[in-house]
C-alpha cells in the first residue's frame, strides 16, 4: 500500500508538529528530541509500505517487527516485548537501542542493528503501538483491511504452505488489539488502500 502524497504530508506535518517525547520523562527537557512514530494493525494491510514512506520523508530509521518476532509463534505479544526491551528501553534512558534481526528461514538470530537516536524513528508491524508506547509515541497511525484481501496478500507474499501459519496468526492479532484497544488509541486511521477514516463513536 502507496499513500497519496497529500496524505503522506498531513502525516509528516502532523509528526512535525508533534513534540517528541524520547527520552522518556525523567530527562531533561531538552534531551527529548526523538518523535516516534508507530504504524500498526492487522498482518497484511500494507505498513510496511507506508513506514517506508514515512522513514524517507522523515529521513529517520525504521524498525520492523517482523525482524523482532522469534518466528510465527512469537505472535505480536513477543514482537511488542522485544520491541520495548531491546529499542523502547533503552531509548528512553537516553541510549541506543540494539536488536538482532530474526532470520524467519534460518530459525536464527543473524546481524545486529544499533537504533540511534535521532529527530524521529518509525516503528511498524503488529504490536508495534501496544499501551508501552503511550508515554513516548509522537503519532500512531492503524492501518487495516478486509481479512480476506490481507490473507491473499499475505499468501502471495509467503506462499500458500503458510496458510495455517498466517491463518493463526489473524486469531493471535485479534485477541491482541483486543486487549491492546490500538485502533480506538490510534491517532490516525488508514485502509489497506491508504484512505483516511473517520473515527466512529466508541466507548472507552
Given at each position: 500500500?502507496?499513500?497519496?502524497?497529500?496524505?503522506?504530508?498531513?502525516?509528516?506535518?502532523?509528526?512535525?508538529?508533534?513534540?517528541?517525547?524520547?527520552?522518556?520523562?525523567?530527562?531533561?527537557?531538552?534531551?527529548?528530541?526523538?518523535?516516534?512514530?508507530?504504524?500498526?494493525?492487522?498482518?497484511?494491510?500494507?505498513?510496511?509500505?507506508?513506514?517506508?514512506?514515512?522513514?524517507?520523508?522523515?529521513a529517520?530509521?525504521v524498525?520492523?517487527?517482523?525482524?523482532?518476532?522469534?518466528?510465527?509463534?512469537?505472535?505480536?505479544?513477543?514482537?511488542?516485548?522485544?520491541?520495548g526491551?531491546?529499542?523502547?528501553?533503552?531509548l528512553?534512558?537516553?541510549?541506543?537501542?540494539?536488536?538482532?534481526?530474526?532470520?524467519?528461514?534460518?530459525?536464527?538470530?543473524?546481524e545486529?542493528?544499533?537504533?540511534d537516536?535521532?529527530?524521529?524513528?518509525?516503528?511498524?508491524?503488529?504490536?508495534?503501538a501496544?499501551?508501552?508506547?503511550?508515554?513516548?509515541?509522537?503519532?500512531?497511525?492503524?492501518?487495516?483491511?478486509?481479512?480476506?484481501?490481507?490473507?491473499r496478500?499475505?499468501?502471495?507474499?509467503?506462499?500458500?504452505?503458510?496458510?495455517?501459519?498466517?491463518?493463526?496468526?489473524?486469531?493471535?492479532?485479534a485477541?491482541?488489539?483486543a486487549?491492546?484497544?490500538?485502533?480506538?488509541?490510534?491517532?490516525?486511521?488508514?485502509?489497506?488502500?491508504g484512505?483516511?477514516?473517520?473515527?466512529?463513536?466508541?466507548?472507552?
Amino acid at each position: 500500500m502507496t499513500v497519496a502524497p497529500s496524505v503522506l504530508d498531513r502525516l509528516v506535518r502532523r509528526v512535525h508538529d508533534a513534540a517528541p517525547r524520547l527520552p522518556g520523562p525523567g530527562a531533561p527537557e531538552p534531551w527529548r528530541r526523538t518523535r516516534l512514530v508507530c504504524v500498526d494493525g492487522p498482518a497484511g494491510s500494507g505498513k510496511s509500505t507506508l513506514a517506508t514512506q514515512l522513514a524517507t520523508e522523515l529521513a529517520c530509521q525504521v524498525v520492523h517487527l517482523d525482524d523482532l518476532y522469534e518466528g510465527w509463534e512469537a505472535g505480536p505479544d513477543g514482537g511488542a516485548r522485544r520491541l520495548g526491551e531491546w529499542v523502547l528501553g533503552p531509548l528512553v534512558e537516553g541510549r541506543p537501542g540494539r536488536y538482532r534481526r530474526y532470520d524467519w528461514v534460518a530459525g536464527a538470530y543473524a546481524e545486529e542493528h544499533t537504533v540511534d537516536p535521532g529527530a524521529a524513528l518509525v516503528v511498524e508491524g503488529c504490536g508495534s503501538a501496544a499501551r508501552q508506547v503511550d508515554p513516548w509515541a509522537s503519532l500512531v497511525v492503524w492501518v487495516e483491511a478486509d481479512d480476506d484481501e490481507r490473507l491473499r496478500r499475505g499468501l502471495e507474499r509467503d506462499g500458500h504452505g503458510a496458510r495455517e501459519h498466517w491463518l493463526r496468526w489473524m486469531d493471535d492479532e485479534a485477541a491482541h488489539y483486543a486487549r491492546e484497544r490500538t485502533r480506538q488509541r490510534a491517532d490516525v486511521l488508514l485502509d489497506g488502500f491508504g484512505r483516511e477514516l473517520g473515527r466512529e463513536v466508541s466507548v472507552p
